[in-house]
Protein backbone atom coordinates (compact mmCIF):
# COMPACT_ATOMS: atom_id res chain seq x y z
CA UNK A 1 0.00 0.00 0.00
CA UNK A 2 1.03 3.69 -0.57
CA UNK A 3 0.01 4.75 3.06
CA UNK A 4 1.31 4.17 6.47
CA UNK A 5 -0.23 0.72 8.09
CA UNK A 6 -0.32 -0.03 11.56
CA UNK A 7 -1.04 -3.47 13.48
CA UNK A 8 -3.24 -4.62 14.90
CA UNK A 9 -6.36 -1.93 14.70
CA UNK A 10 -7.44 -3.03 17.95
CA UNK A 11 -5.87 -4.44 20.86
CA UNK A 12 -7.64 -5.89 23.91
CA UNK A 13 -4.99 -6.64 27.26
CA UNK A 14 -5.32 -7.15 30.41
CA UNK A 15 -3.66 -4.92 32.75
CA UNK A 16 -0.15 -6.40 33.36
CA UNK A 17 0.37 -8.21 30.10
CA UNK A 18 2.94 -7.03 27.92
CA UNK A 19 1.81 -5.88 23.94
CA UNK A 20 3.67 -4.82 21.10
CA UNK A 21 2.42 -2.62 18.22
CA UNK A 22 3.85 -2.43 14.67
CA UNK A 23 3.82 0.40 12.28
CA UNK A 24 5.09 0.03 8.56
CA UNK A 25 6.00 3.58 7.41
CA UNK A 26 6.20 4.53 3.67
CA UNK A 27 8.12 3.49 2.05
CA UNK A 28 11.63 5.00 1.91
CA UNK A 29 10.63 7.58 4.83
CA UNK A 30 13.57 8.59 6.82
CA UNK A 31 11.56 9.73 9.80
CA UNK A 32 9.28 8.00 11.86
CA UNK A 33 6.96 9.18 14.92
CA UNK A 34 4.94 7.16 17.76
CA UNK A 35 2.49 9.18 19.29
CA UNK A 36 -0.57 8.65 21.55
CA UNK A 37 -3.91 9.84 21.76
CA UNK A 38 -6.28 9.90 24.12
CA UNK A 39 -10.18 10.20 23.16
CA UNK A 40 -10.69 13.44 21.87
CA UNK A 41 -7.98 15.07 22.14
CA UNK A 42 -4.54 15.57 20.76
CA UNK A 43 -2.02 13.03 19.75
CA UNK A 44 1.17 13.19 22.23
CA UNK A 45 4.64 12.95 21.26
CA UNK A 46 6.44 9.79 22.59
CA UNK A 47 9.27 9.06 20.21
CA UNK A 48 11.43 10.29 17.12
CA UNK A 49 13.66 7.74 14.97
CA UNK A 50 15.47 9.11 11.64
CA UNK A 51 16.15 5.53 9.73
CA UNK A 52 17.30 3.14 13.05
CA UNK A 53 18.68 5.66 15.41
CA UNK A 54 16.18 6.59 17.50
CA UNK A 55 16.89 9.95 18.22
CA UNK A 56 14.21 11.10 20.93
CA UNK A 57 12.41 9.16 23.33
CA UNK A 58 11.68 12.46 25.66
CA UNK A 59 7.90 11.49 25.44
CA UNK A 60 7.90 7.88 26.52
CA UNK A 61 5.96 8.20 29.73
CA UNK A 62 7.76 5.20 31.73
CA UNK A 63 10.32 2.67 31.64
CA UNK A 64 7.73 0.13 30.30
CA UNK A 65 7.45 1.55 26.75
CA UNK A 66 10.23 1.11 24.61
CA UNK A 67 10.11 1.38 20.82
CA UNK A 68 12.76 0.13 18.44
CA UNK A 69 13.50 0.57 14.14
CA UNK A 70 16.30 -1.99 13.73
CA UNK A 71 16.35 -2.05 10.51
CA UNK A 72 15.41 1.88 9.50
CA UNK A 73 12.05 0.56 8.66
CA UNK A 74 9.23 -1.28 10.33
CA UNK A 75 8.75 -0.14 13.73
CA UNK A 76 7.43 -1.80 17.19
CA UNK A 77 6.19 0.33 20.31
CA UNK A 78 6.47 -2.39 23.19
CA UNK A 79 4.40 -1.72 26.27
CA UNK A 80 5.39 -3.80 29.15
CA UNK A 81 3.42 -4.65 32.21
CA UNK A 82 0.04 -2.74 31.00
CA UNK A 83 -1.82 -0.46 32.89
CA UNK A 84 -5.37 0.94 32.39
CA UNK A 85 -3.85 4.49 31.77
CA UNK A 86 -2.04 3.37 29.10
CA UNK A 87 -4.83 2.85 27.42
CA UNK A 88 -5.33 5.14 24.53
CA UNK A 89 -4.66 5.20 20.48
CA UNK A 90 -1.49 4.44 19.06
CA UNK A 91 -0.41 6.55 15.99
CA UNK A 92 2.48 6.56 13.58
CA UNK A 93 3.59 8.91 11.35
CA UNK A 94 6.54 8.42 8.45
CA UNK A 95 7.87 11.32 6.89
CA UNK A 96 10.49 11.43 3.36
CA UNK A 97 13.25 13.88 4.99
CA UNK A 98 15.43 13.59 7.82
CA UNK A 99 14.44 16.00 11.11
CA UNK A 100 12.01 15.99 13.60
CA UNK A 101 8.85 17.54 12.12
CA UNK A 102 9.73 20.62 10.89
CA UNK A 103 7.92 22.32 8.46
CA UNK A 104 9.30 20.60 5.24
CA UNK A 105 8.66 17.35 6.63
CA UNK A 106 4.92 16.76 5.93
CA UNK A 107 3.83 13.60 8.25
CA UNK A 108 1.88 10.94 7.03
CA UNK A 109 -0.15 9.48 9.88
CA UNK A 110 -1.48 5.91 9.69
CA UNK A 111 -4.86 4.46 11.04
CA UNK A 112 -3.52 3.95 14.78
CA UNK A 113 -3.63 0.78 16.83
CA UNK A 114 -6.63 1.65 20.17
CA UNK A 115 -5.28 -0.46 22.99
CA UNK A 116 -7.70 -0.94 25.98
CA UNK A 117 -6.04 -2.29 29.01
CA UNK A 118 -8.71 -4.16 30.94
CA UNK B 1 2.74 18.58 27.75
CA UNK B 2 0.35 19.58 24.78
CA UNK B 3 1.21 23.73 24.81
CA UNK B 4 -1.34 24.58 22.29
CA UNK B 5 -4.69 25.26 23.69
CA UNK B 6 -7.60 25.00 21.35
CA UNK B 7 -10.82 26.44 21.66
CA UNK B 8 -13.76 25.66 21.85
CA UNK B 9 -13.24 21.76 22.35
CA UNK B 10 -16.66 20.96 20.96
CA UNK B 11 -18.87 22.46 18.49
CA UNK B 12 -21.68 21.73 16.88
CA UNK B 13 -23.15 23.80 14.11
CA UNK B 14 -25.84 23.43 11.28
CA UNK B 15 -24.89 22.95 7.77
CA UNK B 16 -24.66 26.33 6.08
CA UNK B 17 -23.38 28.53 9.63
CA UNK B 18 -19.91 29.83 9.73
CA UNK B 19 -16.88 28.66 12.62
CA UNK B 20 -13.76 29.58 13.74
CA UNK B 21 -11.32 27.77 15.67
CA UNK B 22 -8.43 29.12 18.07
CA UNK B 23 -5.40 27.59 18.77
CA UNK B 24 -3.42 29.41 20.93
CA UNK B 25 0.37 29.37 23.09
CA UNK B 26 2.14 31.56 24.88
CA UNK B 27 5.30 29.76 23.43
CA UNK B 28 6.64 31.28 19.60
CA UNK B 29 6.24 28.60 17.03
CA UNK B 30 8.19 28.27 13.29
CA UNK B 31 5.51 27.15 12.20
CA UNK B 32 1.67 25.89 12.42
CA UNK B 33 0.20 23.46 10.87
CA UNK B 34 -3.76 22.39 10.61
CA UNK B 35 -4.65 18.71 10.35
CA UNK B 36 -8.42 17.38 10.59
CA UNK B 37 -8.93 13.66 11.82
CA UNK B 38 -12.00 11.25 11.17
CA UNK B 39 -12.61 8.38 13.39
CA UNK B 40 -10.84 5.51 13.06
CA UNK B 41 -7.96 7.47 10.84
CA UNK B 42 -5.11 9.47 11.40
CA UNK B 43 -4.82 12.88 11.28
CA UNK B 44 -4.63 14.54 7.90
CA UNK B 45 -2.88 17.52 6.81
CA UNK B 46 -4.49 20.54 5.89
CA UNK B 47 -2.25 23.33 5.68
CA UNK B 48 0.98 25.25 6.82
CA UNK B 49 1.53 28.11 8.01
CA UNK B 50 4.93 29.65 8.42
CA UNK B 51 5.07 33.10 8.71
CA UNK B 52 3.78 35.83 11.42
CA UNK B 53 0.18 37.56 9.84
CA UNK B 54 0.30 34.83 6.86
CA UNK B 55 -3.24 33.77 5.56
CA UNK B 56 -4.07 30.58 3.37
CA UNK B 57 -7.05 29.75 2.00
CA UNK B 58 -8.16 26.45 0.76
CA UNK B 59 -12.17 26.50 -0.81
CA UNK B 60 -13.77 27.55 2.19
CA UNK B 61 -11.27 27.35 5.03
CA UNK B 62 -9.32 30.31 5.83
CA UNK B 63 -5.97 29.82 8.00
CA UNK B 64 -4.47 32.83 10.04
CA UNK B 65 -0.82 32.84 11.80
CA UNK B 66 -0.76 35.06 14.24
CA UNK B 67 1.95 38.17 14.09
CA UNK B 68 3.94 36.79 16.94
CA UNK B 69 3.17 33.25 15.71
CA UNK B 70 2.13 32.77 19.02
CA UNK B 71 -1.58 31.75 17.97
CA UNK B 72 -3.29 30.39 14.78
CA UNK B 73 -7.17 30.60 13.80
CA UNK B 74 -9.16 28.70 11.48
CA UNK B 75 -12.08 29.53 9.75
CA UNK B 76 -15.12 27.87 7.77
CA UNK B 77 -17.18 29.45 5.88
CA UNK B 78 -20.95 27.98 4.86
CA UNK B 79 -20.03 24.94 6.76
CA UNK B 80 -21.06 20.94 5.43
CA UNK B 81 -21.71 17.96 7.13
CA UNK B 82 -18.33 16.63 5.21
CA UNK B 83 -16.63 19.59 7.28
CA UNK B 84 -17.49 16.93 10.48
CA UNK B 85 -14.02 15.56 12.56
CA UNK B 86 -11.67 16.83 14.72
CA UNK B 87 -9.75 19.12 13.94
CA UNK B 88 -6.24 19.67 15.04
CA UNK B 89 -3.14 22.30 15.22
CA UNK B 90 0.47 21.14 15.65
CA UNK B 91 3.65 23.30 15.79
CA UNK B 92 7.44 23.27 16.11
CA UNK B 93 8.90 25.61 19.01
CA UNK B 94 10.93 28.13 17.40
CA UNK B 95 13.83 26.96 20.37
CA UNK B 96 13.60 23.74 19.29
CA UNK B 97 12.84 20.32 17.11
CA UNK B 98 10.11 19.09 18.91
CA UNK B 99 6.31 19.10 17.80
CA UNK B 100 3.34 19.76 19.50
CA UNK B 101 -0.35 19.06 18.88
CA UNK B 102 -3.10 21.18 20.59
CA UNK B 103 -5.68 19.54 22.14
CA UNK B 104 -8.12 19.56 19.52
CA UNK B 105 -11.40 20.74 18.35
CA UNK B 106 -14.12 18.48 17.47
CA UNK B 107 -16.55 20.04 14.64
CA UNK B 108 -20.08 18.09 14.10
CA UNK B 109 -22.03 19.93 10.82
CA UNK B 110 -25.65 18.45 11.42
CA UNK B 111 -26.96 18.72 7.95
Known amino acids: GAGVSQSPRYKVAKRGQDVALRCDPI?????LFWYQQALGQGPEFLTY????????KSGLPSDRFFAERPEGSVSTLKIQRTQQEDSAVYLC????????????????FGPGTRLTVL | TQLLEQSPQFLSIQEGENLTVYCNSS?????LQWYRQEPGEGPVLLVT?????EVKKLKRLTFQFGDARKDSSLHITAAQPGDTGLYLC???????????FGTGTSLTVIP
Open chain 1, 49 to 56: FQNEAQLD
Open chain 2, 49 to 53: VVTGG
Open chain 1, 27 to 31: SGHVS
Open chain 1, 93 to 108: ASSLEAGSGTVTDTQY
Open chain 2, 90 to 100: AGELITGNQFY
Open chain 2, 27 to 31: SVFSS
